[in-house]
């Protein structure tokens, strides 16, 4: 079995987009990404998982818990190396981590270790204020609220830093932006 890499060591600013489905991660790192003109981590598990929902209908087992993980790691030790001052990451392992409990009660141990190993400077944990928007691979739009508590309490729990982002539209980047400024 595959283990889920050590993160690279990043002399820069490493900003992690974190937080439930539908909540614009995405959509704020790329943002993010192209206003500080810098390399964007994608989400690793959204390809992962819509590849798997194409082929049988299923969104997520615990056997795929460990292969996101690894993904998700490798492309962010692989986007380090390309990145100078500032890292955009549209999720990490804590986010995997998250998931993981909340689907199936039960962290593996390599995935425990390894949340926590991870270092950040800083999470911006997105707020459920925007519309949630169905697709294949979400699933639980009435737990919005329980996830955004995990989610916080995991930062919280592994003493990481983070500040809420909330607002909408242009206001919810401007939010991110002023967060990220203040550690540049």
């Given at each position: 079995m595959?283990k889920?890499?050590e993160?690279?060591d990043?002399?820069g600013?490493?900003?992690?987009?974190?937080?439930?489905?539908?909540?614009?991660?995405s959509t704020?790192?790329?943002?993010?990404?192209r206003?500080?003109q810098?390399?964007?981590?994608?989400?690793?598990?959204?390809?992962?998982?819509?590849?798997k929902?194409?082929?049988?209908?299923?969104i997520?087992e615990?056997?795929?818990?460990?292969?996101?993980?690894?993904g998700?790691?490798?492309?962010?030790?692989?986007a380090?190396?390309?990145?100078?001052?500032?890292l955009?990451?549209?999720?990490?392992i804590?986010?995997?981590?998250?998931?993981c409990?909340y689907?199936?009660?039960k962290?593996?141990?390599?995935?425990?270790?390894?949340?926590r190993?991870?270092?950040?400077?800083?999470?911006?944990?997105k707020d459920?204020d925007t519309?949630?928007?169905?697709?294949?691979?979400r699933?639980?739009?009435?737990?919005r609220?329980?996830l955004?508590?995990r989610f916080?309490?995991?930062?919280?729990?592994?003493?990481?830093p983070?500040?809420?982002?909330?607002?909408?539209?242009?206001q919810?980047?401007?939010?991110?932006?002023?967060?990220?400024d203040?550690?540049?």
């Open positions: 595959e889920i890499p993160q690279s990043f002399s600013i490493r900003i992690v987009l974190y937080g439930p489905e539908s909540s614009g991660k704020l790192a790329n943002q993010l990404a206003h500080y810098v390399p964007e981590v994608p989400e690793f598990a959204r390809d992962y998982l819509q590849q929902f194409d082929v049988n209908g299923h997520c615990y056997q795929d818990i460990i292969p996101i993980a690894i998700q790691r490798e492309a962010e030790n692989l380090s190396l390309q990145a100078d001052k500032l955009i990451c549209d999720t990490d804590l986010e995997t981590y998250v998931y409990q689907y199936f009660n962290i593996p141990q390599e995935l425990e270790n390894a949340a190993s991870s270092k950040c400077d800083l999470y911006l944990l459920i519309l949630w928007s169905p697709d294949d691979l699933d639980r739009p009435g737990d609220k329980e955004f508590d916080e309490n995991t930062l919280k729990k592994f003493n990481q983070y500040v809420l982002i909330n607002q909408l539209g242009h919810r980047f401007l939010n991110a932006v002023k967060a990220i203040k550690l540049l």
